[in-house]
């Protein structure tokens, strides 16, 4: 498995397999030491969706300093990201999880060029999602 993103604020880890697969990975027993085991969940849907949600976590990986600097700011970004990926490991559909995500961002913009890098990745796979859904 390689590392695509890590998001320390949210305690999760974008990873993709020698197949192409990509996978979250969460701790869900907060109430343990360490967040307990890890789970890991696969990520399917649509692959052209997933595809440009991989390019997003690219373009997360190469900001992941100045989201993890401000995460005053970014923290509900990427709890947002989160839940799109959430979605991705359900059958249910992913439509829910993309507008709220894309409130966080209308909401609240990211700063500096780092942020534009951003949200022009998250405009990119929110288009895709809206015109494949």
Known sequence: MNKIFIDSINWLEYLKDD???LWLVDYPNSEMHGGGPPRKR???GNQIILSDFEKLLVVLEQNSNH????HEITKQH???IGNVAESFTTSESKKESISTA?????WSYLPEYWGKNVESAWAIFTETAKNKT
């Open 78 to 80: 990427l709890k947002a």
């Open 42 to 44: 696969m990520l399917f």
């Open 19 to 21: 197949s192409g697969n």
């Open 102 to 106: 894309a409130r966080a961002f209308g």
């Open 67 to 70: 989201l993890h600097e401000n």
